[in-house]
């Protein structure tokens, strides 16, 4: 299912000011300096789409992107790919904290045609707190998640492995009794790294 067109849409301070809830929503939410903004490039194939920066906390809206692609019946399917500002920045002010986590989790809990939320983890890193903390937050409401790995370049396929296991053990020991959610291992140096995680959105579009 081809994309046959990526655009940024807007930027919305709040959850009741983004565009309307006319289109499925599939939202990108991790620490700050995951690589958010360039899985949103890789994804859809465009190089700029998502504005990249090495400074971490740039993002402070919720970032739209509007995606539109055609299904093997030349059915044109419509959704938003959603950036969110990255958790566990530290060097802001704590208002600015604040309202950063009363911004995601009111979008989180109250978006009507939010359909899944992308987790992204650091995988060249060992586990974090944060990152796990943040995952027992959306249980603790009923929210259900998928993790998408990033960075797998960084690393050897050896410690690749190892740090996507130490994270299940930590997920399943700390936060949850289940194993670990449906998974996707991206690089944006890989060109063809994000494929399965395109087709699962695509799968999840009526």
Known sequence: MPIISATF?????KHDLCPPATRPEFVFIGRSNVGKSSLINSLTWRKALAKISVKPGKTQLINYFSIES???E????????VDLPGYGYAKVSQKS???WEDMITEYLLMRPNLVEIFVLIDCSIPPQDIDLWFIKRLLDNQKTCAIVFTKSDKVNQSTLHKNIKAFATALTDKITPFSL???FVTSTTKKFS???????IHSMID
Do not use: Q
Not at 9 to 13: D, E, G, L, R, W
Not at 194 to 200: C, E, M, Q
């Open 9 to 13: 849409v807007t930027s919305s301070p």
């Open 70 to 72: 055609k299904d093997d």
């Open 74 to 81: 030349d059915k044109k399917k419509e959704r938003f790919l």
């Open 97 to 99: 904290r604040m309202d």
């Open 181 to 183: 959610p449906t998974y």
């Open 194 to 200: 994000t494929v399965k995680l395109l087709d699962a």
